[in-house]
């Protein structure tokens, strides 16, 4: 599954406002990144087109999720309706968005859609179910033999 995230959707889903957009962003993006590559999802974040000189837009192949800033003159939502269009196999796509437009169009194609909420509970779930992946350290043989006597040795050579 691939997931296409709705990125603006996403940072401004309760409605928050910050006091750098970009920090956030980066921040929001930092954090998904973690999760996507603990998780081993595949996805792209969107995010509107730069509006200011010091902005980026463009794409970024961070794996395992790509950040794309639309083109100018195309919104997130059109980039990501046309991605939509382009995929052969619509039902191998999750679109995160809780913009209505967006979540029928996607649905009408075959893909599958999550709201931004449903989606970060579903995160949120995965790692609560995940079983810890500690290993218990093991000493190889050799290596208990070799303690064993550096013990040993000093056990009864106490002064060394």
Request: proline share 4%; hydrophobic share 30%.
């Amino acid at each position: 599954m691939r997931y296409l995230i709705d990125g603006y959707n996403l940072l401004f889903h309760e409605g928050e406002e910050f006091c750098s957009l970009q920090k956030e962003r980066e921040k929001l993006v930092q954090q998904l990144q973690a999760a996507f590559r603990s998780l081993h999802l595949q996805g792209t974040i969107v995010f509107d087109g730069s509006r200011r000189r010091d902005e980026e837009s463009g794409r970024s192949y961070d794996n395992p999720l790509e950040t794309v800033f639309a083109p100018r003159g195309q919104s997130a939502d059109e980039y990501l309706l046309e991605q939509l269009d382009t995929v052969h196999n619509k039902k191998t796509i999750t679109l995160v968005t809780n913009d209505k437009h967006l979540t029928r169009h996607a649905r009408a194609v075959g893909a599958h859609t999550l709201t931004i909420r449903a989606f970060l509970s579903w995160v949120d779930k995965q790692f609560s179910t995940r079983k810890p992946t500690r290993r218990t350290p093991r000493e190889s043989p050799q290596q208990m033999a070799r303690l064993k006597q550096v013990f040993e040795d000093r056990l009864n050579n106490p002064e060394k």
